[in-house]
Structures are given as structure tokens and as C-alpha cells.
């Protein structure tokens, strides 16, 4: 038998309602806050991912599913969707008019990292970007957005990690003093941060082996580096956060995986997960519009792993089990027939109503019923076609009703109404 690919995986009809109530609810809440969505195509020039990511960062140096299109350019499954929404800002100058836009996307990402739980090669994510806002308050509101979908969502267990990278301007002071304080320790580091120390200092100070994380401990603190007005935009970020009583911790070694950040990154971690404790991400982009051929303008926004909010929702709440509204348990024929005709009906006026169509017995139909978790079961067979009427049952009470035929739709119409 043909098998999955590793790292990749199926999302079964029985875990669908999950995905589908966050998907409705961001949508609803990103829509509140001025978001349009956008949808993108998951394949993408390769270069294009180079030049955001980052050529020294995970993504881009071992993670990426790069191939050689038919005619030779390399093309690459997007890894992430920050890159694809810049392109598509400056391609279809979405500034021209207007440069603030705020856009959202939802879809697969594909990396090809060690799969293990709350680690794929294809998530899904959800994104949010904001174009040409400076102010520090978009940040903020950035983060409550985030916080209050976590809210509507009741998931618990998570808190939301605060930091600045600098800028361009202030950060290279800090990439050499951790060079300077890494190198002479470099033997109590790991073999990739070993490599890092050079091309990427930063990157050391999130990493998870616990003999990195020790030589850490000391080392120089960003928010000792930044320049003037990467502090100004830091604390008024802060003092917004705190004002509007919306929790957070701040964490200097907080530093992402990709290189285009400056100033404000975020992340919403939580112990859930075992090794993967990061549920969401993001923060500042401001220099990425230009790199990438736009025009200079400031960017901020986050995705979050949607696998991942998924699996704490089921762990930190048990979900309503999906029911169906009624089961029509008919036998015979001519039962058969007119229940099929009223399945039709329900449906189409938006009612879950479900039959079954091998011809089981009653026994067996009813365990379907079960099984669907019906509210209510009609029972039709040949004494009740021959009465004129149905039997109703409901199946949390027991109560039984006998329903004449012709009124048997208007009935569940309004028992779906009350
Ligand atoms: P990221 O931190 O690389 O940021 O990914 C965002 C989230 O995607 C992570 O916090 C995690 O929940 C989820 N994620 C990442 N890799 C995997 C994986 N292999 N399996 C399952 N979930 C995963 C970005 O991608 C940035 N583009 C976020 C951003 C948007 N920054 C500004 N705008």
C-alpha cells in the first residue's frame, strides 16, 4: 500500500470541526480589526525566499523544498508566507493607492525539518500583515488581536514573549559584542552554533541544547544596544500592552528563526507541547518591502501554527462532539423513498438530517443513529405510513411524539429553530 509521505499527515473528517471553528473565528476577529484576505500560491521563485528568510538561517540552508522547474529556475514550496504577501504587495502595488493594507492568509507551509509532535513538513498557518504603519500602537494591537483570538478560543496555557531586534542601524553593535563574548566559549557550544558564532550570533541565544543554553546565561543583552528610537518604539510598545492590561513577558533572548526582523518580535509559547513551544510568532519587518524592490515601507505582523493551536486545543479543552440534527430510521421500500425525499428537503433548508441507505433493521439503523450522536430519530415503517404519522424520538429525554406525516418538516424545522 501506498503510504504518506513522513511529516506529512491527513486532517480526518473526525478532527475537521476543530479546524474549521478556528479558521471561522480568526476570520471573524481579523475581519473586526480591518483585514482582508489574500490567497497566495504555494510555489514560489526560490530566490525570493533567499532574499527574506535569509541565506544563514535554518530555513534557508536545510530546510527548504527547492526543485528545478522543467526549464531550470529553481522553485520552492513556501516555507513560510511573509515573503509570498511582500511579493504580492509590491507586484500588484498595493501601495499605489494607499500603502497601509492589512491583509490576512491562511494555508500549508512546507518544511522539511525532523518531524515529532507539533513538527511537520506540511502545517498550515495563519498570518496576519500590516504595510506602512510606523507607530508602535499597530504592534500593540497586533498582539491584542492575537491575544484575544487565543480568548475566544479559551486556550489556556500560553504566554506571549516580548522583545526588539534593533534595527540595521543599532544591531550590528550587538552581533559583535555576542561575537566577542561567544568566542572565547565557543567549545561549551553546540556544533551548529559553533558555525553560528560567525554568520549568525543571534541565533545562538535561542537555541534549545542545554549546554548552549548555559553559555547564554551572560551573555550581552540586546535591549542594552538599542538605539534611541528603537527604545522609544519598544517602550511604547510596552506601555501600551500594559495599559490596555493585555499580558506579557519580556524576554531579551527571544530572537526568530528568520532575519528580516527589526525592532518589536513576539512569539506565544507554551508548555503543551513538548520541545515545539512556540504556538505563534512575528513581529517588525520594516526593511523587507524595500529589499525585496518595493518602495520603503514599514511592515509588521505574525503567523500562527495552526497544527499546533489545534493540538492545544484538544489537550486544554475537550470539544462539543458534532452532532446531526435528526436520523430517519425507515423501513421498506416505500418508507425508504419518502425518507429520502424528506433528507433531500432538510438538507437543502441547511437541516443535518441522515438516513441510511443498505436497508438495515431498525436495531441496526438506531445504532447508526448513535453513532452520528442524532438529536432526535424518526422511526417510519409500514405501520406508521399506514397511521399517517411518525414516531419522534428525542434522543437525550427518550420522550417519544407521534408526528403526523404532513407536518413531519415543519416539525423539525422547528424543533431545529427553538
Ligand atoms: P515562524 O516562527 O517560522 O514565523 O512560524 C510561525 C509559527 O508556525 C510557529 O510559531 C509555529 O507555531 C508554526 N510552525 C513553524 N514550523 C512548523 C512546523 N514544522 N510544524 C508545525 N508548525 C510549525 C514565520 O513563519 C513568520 N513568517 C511569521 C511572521 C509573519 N512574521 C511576521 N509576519
Redesign the pocket.
Known amino acids: 500500500m501506498i503510504q504518506k509521505i513522513k511529516?506529512f499527515k491527513d486532517i480526518l473528517p473526525e478532527d475537521i470541526g476543530i479546524w474549521q471553528k478556528v479558521e471561522s473565528t480568526a476570520k471573524s476577529i481579523f475581519e473586526s480589526f480591518g483585514f482582508s484576505e489574500i490567497r497566495l500560491p504555494i510555489i514560489e521563485s526560490s530566490e525570493l525566499f533567499k532574499r527574506s528568510?535569509g541565506e544563514n538561517t535554518d530555513?534557508v540552508e536545510k530546510?527548504m523544498y527547492t526543485f528545478a522547474d522543467r526549464n531550470g529556475g529553481l522553485i520552492t514550496l513556501r516555507?513560510?508566507?511573509?515573503?509570498s504577501?511582500v511579493r504580492s504587495y509590491i507586484q500588484n502595488k498595493m501601495y499605489a493607492k494607499d500603502p497601509e493594507r492589512k491583509l490576512y492568509t491562511i494555508g500549508p507551509?512546507f518544511?522539511r525539518?525532523r518531524?515529532q509532535k507539533?513538527?511537520?513538513?506540511q502545517?498550515?498557518?495563519i498570518?496576519?500583515?500590516v504595510f506602512g504603519i510606523k507607530s508602535p500602537l499597530i504592534d500593540a494591537q497586533l498582539i491584542l488581536m492575537l491575544t484575544n483570538l487565543f480568548e475566544k478560543l479559551e486556550v489556556k496555557d500560553v504566554i506571549t514573549h516580548l522583545n526588539s531586534l534593533g534595527c540595521p542601524g543599532c544591531r550590528p553593535d550587538f552581533r559583535r559584542a555576542l561575537i566577542d563574548f561567544f568566542k572565547p566559549v565557543s567549545d561549551e557550544l553546540c556544533k551548529d552554533c559553533i558555525r553560528r558564532i560567525d554568520k549568525n550570533p543571534l541565533r545562538v541565544l535561542d537555541c534549545k541544547s542545554p549546554s548552549c543554553k548555559k553559555a547564554v546565561e551572560n551573555a550581552p543583552v540586546i535591549t542594552d544596544y538599542l538605539c534611541a528610537e528603537c527604545e522609544t518604539h519598544f517602550i511604547a510598545v510596552v506601555d501600551t500592552l500594559k495599559k490596555q492590561n493585555i499580558p506579557f513577558k519580556l524576554n531579551t533572548r527571544l530572537v526568530?528563526?528568520?532575519d528580516?526582523?527589526t525592532r518589536t518580535t513576539f512569539?506565544?509559547q507554551t508548555s503543551l507541547l513538548g520541545a515545539?513551544s512556540?504556538?505563534?510568532?512575528?513581529?517588525?519587518?520594516d526593511g523587507l518591502v524595500k529589499v525585496l524592490g518595493g518602495p520603503d515601507q514599514p511592515?509588521?505582523?505574525?503567523?500562527?501554527?495552526?497544527?499546533?493551536?489545534v493540538e492545544i486545543m484538544a489537550v486544554s479543552q475537550k470539544q462539543k462532539e458534532s452532532c446531526i440534527d435528526i436520523f430517519i430510521a425507515a423501513l421498506g421500500e416505500k418508507s425508504s423513498t419518502i425518507a429520502y425525499r424528506w433528507i433531500c428537503e432538510l438538507n437543502l433548508s441547511g437541516i443535518k438530517a441522515e438516513m441510511d441507505f443498505s436497508g438495515k433493521s431498525l436495531k441496526s439503523q438506531m445504532r447508526k443513529a448513535g453513532k452520528l450522536n442524532a438529536m432526535y430519530v424518526a422511526i417510519m415503517g409500514e405501520v406508521e405510513l399506514n397511521d399517517g404519522a411518525v414516531i419522534v424520538r428525542d434522543m437525550k429525554t427518550k420522550v417519544q411524539e407521534s408526528i403526523p406525516i404532513k407536518k413531519f418538516i415543519e416539525s423539525v424545522k422547528d424543533r431545529k429553530a427553538a
Open positions: 511529516g528568510i530555513i530546510e516555507p513560510e508566507a511573509t515573503a504577501v507551509m518544511r525539518e518531524p507539533g513538527r511537520y513538513r502545517f498550515y498557518q498570518n496576519a500583515e526568530r528563526g528568520l528580516y526582523y512569539e506565544i515545539q512556540a504556538v505563534a510568532g512575528g513581529g517588525r519587518y511592515a509588521v505582523g505574525f503567523a500562527i501554527g495552526f497544527d499546533r493551536l
